[in-house]
C-alpha cells in the first residue's frame, strides 16, 4: 500500500482541520480536501450545489473528484466529505489508494461544532441534532470498514496526529 492517508468521517470531526495539520508536518505531502476541490471546480459552494441541482448530482461530483483523486500518486492526504465513505466504490478505492483513518467523535461534540454553522446543507433542518444522530447512526458501520478507528473525544490535535503518524509508518 502506498503512503497516503485518508480521513473520514462525520461533519465537524476535524477532517480539515487534521489534514491541515498533517500536511504542516509532513514535507512533500499534498493535502486534498474533495469539497474544497468540488467547490473550486464548479466555482460554487457544496451547499449551493445541493441547492441548485441536488444531493445526487453532488454524490456524482463526490464520485468522480475522488476517482481523479486516488488516480494520482503517493504522498497525499485526502479528506472526504462525512457521506462519501457510504458510497462502496468509494469505499474500494479509497482503502485502496492509502491507509484510511475514521476520525470518530460523539454526537454532543458534533453537534455543539456544526450549531452556529449553515454551511452544511444535510443539517439545515428544524432538528439537526436527530438529523447528526440518524446519520451517525446509519453511517458508523461503514465508517469502521476504516483501516483505523481515531476515537478522538479526548484527544487533542497533537495526540490525533501522533495516532495517525504512527500508524502510518508502521
Ligand atoms: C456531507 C458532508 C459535507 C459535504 C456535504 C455532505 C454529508 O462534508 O460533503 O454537505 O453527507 O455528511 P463535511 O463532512 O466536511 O461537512
Known amino acids: 500500500m502506498s503512503n497516503n492517508i485518508i480521513l473520514v468521517g462525520m461533519p465537524a470531526s476535524g477532517k480539515t482541520t487534521i ?6 508536518k509532513l514535507t512533500g505531502y499534498t493535502f486534498v480536501d474533495t469539497d474544497s ?6 466555482g460554487m459552494s ?6 441548485k441541482y ?15 483523486v486516488c488516480s494520482g500518486g503517493a504522498n497525499k492526504i485526502v479528506s472526504v466529505g462525512g457521506g462519501a465513505f457510504e458510497n462502496p466504490n468509494n469505499r474500494v478505492t ?3 489508494f492509502g491507509k484510511v483513518f475514521y ?3 460523539d ?12 454551511s452544511r446543507p444535510l443539517l439545515q433542518n428544524e432538528n439537526p441534532k436527530q438529523i447528526l444522530k440518524n446519520l451517525l ?11 483505523y478507528t481515531v476515537d478522538t473525544s479526548n484527544l487533542d490535535s497533537d495526540e490525533i496526529i501522533r495516532f495517525i503518524l504512527n500508524a502510518a509508518n508502521s
Open 94 to 96: 479509497l482503502l485502496k
Open 54 to 68: 441536488s444531493e445526487d448530482y453532488f454524490r456524482k461530483l463526490e464520485y468522480e473528484t475522488i476517482q481523479m
Open 137 to 147: 447512526e446509519k453511517r458508523e458501520e461503514n465508517y469502521k470498514k476504516a483501516h
Open 103 to 105: 476520525l470518530k467523535s
Open 46 to 51: 457544496v451547499s449551493d450545489i445541493f441547492k
Open 107 to 118: 454526537l454532543d461534540i458534533l453537534y455543539y461544532r456544526v450549531s452556529k454553522d449553515t
Open 19 to 24: 489534514g491541515n495539520l498533517l500536511s504542516d
Open 37 to 42: 476541490l468540488i467547490e473550486k471546480t464548479q
